[in-house]
């Protein structure tokens, strides 16, 4: 392990597909779903229109010019008020990078960018078993438990009106 090359933090750009798409292998290597992140990878302008939307965030931690961890998350305005919050979708870590602090100067980075969108809260899900992301949000925020649910989408809406509003 290299722990003595300094980490540096990137919000990606549109510019930035290399970066993009090395994150992509991150993630699929650090939640074994290496197909699910390289399969069916979306095409650059796909990413390029998604690294330029104004509710999509990406970080990279960068050593040495590698990324080595990231996170993604989206921003979800309200209706109720005038605020957002921040979902953190994804957020990963190479195993030969873990235990330096990245994961916390990820979150703390994104804690920024909510700042200067006005954003009053960031949150995230984790697995029941992944203690040390159950351990890492716990240390930075409050924990709710909450049931989730996956909601298949499929074409037998037939049976539903279309309503004029």
């Known amino acids: 392990m290299t722990h003595s090359a300094p980490i540096s933090l990137c919000q990606l750009s549109a510019k930035d597909l290399a970066l993009m798409e090395e994150l992509l292998v991150i993630f699929g290597e650090a939640f074994d779903e290496v197909d699910t992140y390289s399969a069916s990878r979306p095409s650059e302008e796909y990413l390029k229109r998604l690294l330029s939307s104004d509710y999509f965030i990406a970080l990279a931690a960068l050593k040495n010019g590698a990324v080595v961890g990231g996170l993604t998350a989206y921003e979800l305005q309200k209706f109720e008020?005038?605020?957002?919050?921040?979902?953190?979708?994804?957020?990963?870590?190479?195993?030969?990078?873990?235990?330096?602090?990245?994961?916390?100067?990820?979150?703390?980075?994104?804690?920024?960018?909510?700042?200067?969108?006005?954003a009053y809260v960031i949150f995230v899900?984790?697995?029941?078993?992944?203690?040390?992301?159950?351990?890492?949000?716990?240390k930075l925020g409050i924990r709710e438990d909450v049931l989730h649910f996956d909601i298949a989408v499929d074409d037998n809406s037939d049976h539903l009106e279309e309503m004029d509003c």
């Open 125 to 138: 899900q984790a697995d029941i078993g992944d203690d040390p992301a159950i351990a890492l949000y716990t």
């Open 81 to 118: 008020q005038e605020r957002s919050e921040i979902y953190i979708y994804d957020l990963a870590v190479a195993a030969d990078h873990r235990r330096e602090g990245i994961a916390t100067a990820l979150i703390q980075e994104l804690k920024k960018i909510a700042v200067a969108r006005a």
